[in-house]
């Protein structure tokens, strides 16, 4: 029998992975789809957000707040890209200064260090692209920028290098609560791979998160998936703006933001649509097109220089907070739910927390050998040339260029593949090195990668896949059916 089951292996099931494998126990990560980071967790803004949104008292406002200080430690320690870019709230009517001060209380409230309200004329010292319709705005210097992929797979890379088993393409299809013989409770889990008994479950399901929580109590909880679509644009239009740029929340979320990307791109998103279907992750003309609309109230000039857009979902509970804790009438079953904005800057904090619910739980001590870093994929795009050098010295398929656009080698991918919880989908590289992400959104690097996965995974070019469940790219070869 495990001694806790988590099902979902996006950040907020990662990061309690990673929190867990400080402990001695028989963990597991099921994850329905064929990576890590494959659900919400892969299509949000990437924002580090302060914490001076959540309204106080609040398990967002608890979690954002010491979320972004372990983001600002972790990055250095598990090697993932993360920069403190600052946020900026922008009122652009003068009847909405009220708004910008009582976010500003609201911060102060929640613990978010250095806060303060710019003028117009110190607003556009530091942003010189922000609109000239802007009145004032509230600037936290503590925001900043992540790589998503990045951070959720660093956590789950280090759990699973610290002993926590992963079973991707595992669909958990059923709940039951059990009592064995002696009188322990447990939970039986009917997956797509099989019965797995254990002592404790951890639901980070996402936006499914409701439907496991219904399972197993009385106290129904539900999930309203809203839609948030997006554009990314060109690193020509990077160095646009330096902080990330948000309007005034709204009761949808906090409105249209323009950001750098830590990998240099410009974006603008999101959108805010309820939708019924938890797999609904299209994107459409018109919610593309007010985007730009919205993102040209922030900034001057806004170019229209997008490479490609997306969409992601967001898992709102309707009580509008995380819900994080043991089920009251199901003991062992621990809920990571409602996990929306600002989620990803919440994860590291709601890992710790949910660890420290599960030690109490089964007496659980720690581990002396605890693996505390990790080390990411090197990067030829961002080392020097000394580091370049280094790099094609120890290999020199670092030296052969696969994806033009973002600069990533041969010696990425093999890297990517071969590595813990390595790539086995074309997306699985382009998460882990960014191949396929520029300019020409795989046009000419695709053709390499599929050879380069086929060969390291010892299976025919007709067997990979985008990203699973079948996607496959290659139907058959021409010269075959002649």
């Known amino acids: 029998m495990q001694d806790v089951t988590i099902i979902g292996a996006g950040v907020t099931g990662s990061a309690i992975a990673r929190e867990l494998s400080r402990l001695d126990l028989d963990v597991l990560v099921l994850e329905k789809e064929s990576d890590v980071c494959e659900g919400t967790s892969k299509a949000n803004s990437g924002i580090v957000h302060s914490g001076y949104d959540a309204k106080p008292g609040t398990l967002k406002a608890k979690f954002n707040v010491e979320g972004n200080k372990l ?37 102060k409230s929640n613990g978010v260090p250095g806060l303060r309200i710019l003028e117009k004329d110190e607003l556009l010292k530091m942003e010189p692209s922000v609109s000239s319709n802007a009145v004032c705005a509230l600037y936290a210097p503590t925001g900043g920028i992540v790589c998503p992929f990045n951070m959720t797979i660093a956590f789950a890379e280090n759990a699973a290098d610290n002993g926590v088993t992963f079973k991707l393409d595992t669909e958990v299809k059923n709940i039951e609560k059990k009592t064995s013989e002696d009188g322990t409770n447990y939970y039986r889990l009917e997956t ?45 239009a990077g160095d646009l703006v330096k902080a990330t740029l948000f309007q005034l929340p709204s009761k ?45 109230m922030s900034v001057e000039k806004l170019p229209r220089l997008t490479i490609t857009s997306f969409a992601g979902l967001r898992a709102h509970e309707d009580g509008g907070d995380f819900v994080i804790g043991e089920v009251k009438d199901a003991p062992g079953f621990i809920d990571a739910a409602g996990i929306e904005s600002p989620g990803l800057t919440a994860a590291p904090a709601v890992g710790a927390y949910v660890a420290g619910i599960v030690k109490d739980i089964l007496g659980a001590s720690e581990k002396k050998d605890f693996i505390d870093t990790r080390k990411g994929i090197p990067s030829m795009a961002l080392a020097s040339d000394e580091e370049r050098a280094a790099l094609i010295a120890s290999d020199p398929a670092y030296a052969h260029v ?38 020409c959104q795989t046009g000419f690097c695709l053709a390499r990668t599929i050879p380069l996965l086929a060969e390291a995974l010892g299976v025919d070019e007709e067997e990979i896949v985008k990203s699973g469940n079948g996607a496959y790219y290659i139907e058959g070869k021409i010269k075959d059916s002649l």
């Open 192 to 236: 797509s791979g099989g019965i797995i008994d254990t002592k404790v479950v951890i639901n980070a399901a996402g936006v499914y998160s409701d439907v496991f929580h219904n399972m197993v109590s009385e106290y129904k909880l539900h999930i309203t998936p809203r839609k948030g679509e997006y554009l990314l644009m060109d690193k020509m």
């Open 71 to 107: 983001i600002h430690e972790l990055s250095k320690t598990l090697d993932f890209p993360f920069k403190e870019n600052g946020s900026i709230v922008l009122e652009l009517e003068e009847e909405g200064r009220a708004g910008i001060e009582a976010l500003y209380e609201r911060g």
């Open 252 to 296: 949808l979320g906090k409105g249209v933001l323009v950001t750098p990307t830590v990998h240099g791109n410009l974006m603008v998103g999101p959108t805010a649509e309820e939708v019924e279907d938890p797999e609904d992750t299209s994107t459409s003309a018109e919610g593309l097109a007010s985007l730009f609309d919205k993102g040209a």
């Open 402 to 439: 696969i994806c033009r656009c973002e600069l990533v080698t041969e010696g990425e991918i093999k890297n990517a593949i071969n590595r813990t919880l390595g790539a086995r989908t074309v997306d699985g590289i382009k998460r882990r090195t960014r191949a396929g992400m520029g300019r």
